[in-house]
C-alpha cells in the first residue's frame, strides 16, 4: 500500500506561486500513474495534471502553460509548480496514485490518496 502525505498549500495573491510536494512512501507500483487533482467547495474533484513511470505528463486544459508536474524518484516525491495564480485555482488539492500506465483523469481510477493541502487565491 502507498502512502501520500502532501505539503506547500497556502493563501496567496492572484499571480503568485506555489509548489506543492508528495511525499510517497510504502510500496509503489512497478508501472504507475500519480497526479494531482482538486476539489473546489460544491464541486466535483477534477484532474489537473498526471505523471506516468515514463514521465510522460497530462494537464487539464485549465491548467496548462500554468502547472508543472515532476516527480523526483529519488526522493519519492511529487511536486506540482503552480504559477500565475487564479482565484479559480482555489480548493484542495490532493495527490494520488494507481497501478498502470493510462493516466486519465478519472477520480475513481486512483485508488491511494494524499489528506490534501488547501491552496487559496484571492484576487
Known amino acids: 500500500q502507498v502512502q501520500l502525505v502532501e505539503s506547500g498549500g497556502g493563501s496567496v495573491q492572484a499571480g503568485g506561486s506555489l509548489r506543492l510536494s508528495c511525499a510517497a512512501s510504502g510500496y509503489m507500483y512497478s508501472s504507475y500513474c500519480m497526479g494531482w487533482f482538486r476539489q473546489a467547495p460544491g464541486k466535483e474533484r477534477e484532474g489537473v495534471a498526471t505523471?506516468?513511470?515514463?514521465?510522460?505528463?497530462r494537464y487539464a486544459d485549465s491548467v496548462k502553460g500554468r502547472f508543472t508536474i515532476s516527480q523526483d524518484n529519488a526522493k519519492n516525491t511529487l511536486y506540482l509548480q503552480i504559477d500565475s495564480l487564479k482565484p479559480e485555482d482555489t480548493g484542495m488539492y490532493y495527490c494520488a496514485a494507481r497501478s498502470g500506465t493510462n493516466c486519465r483523469f478519472f477520480a475513481a481510477l486512483y485508488g491511494e490518496w494524499g489528506q490534501g493541502t488547501q491552496v487559496t487565491v484571492s484576487s
Open positions: 505523471i506516468a513511470t515514463d514521465g510522460t505528463t
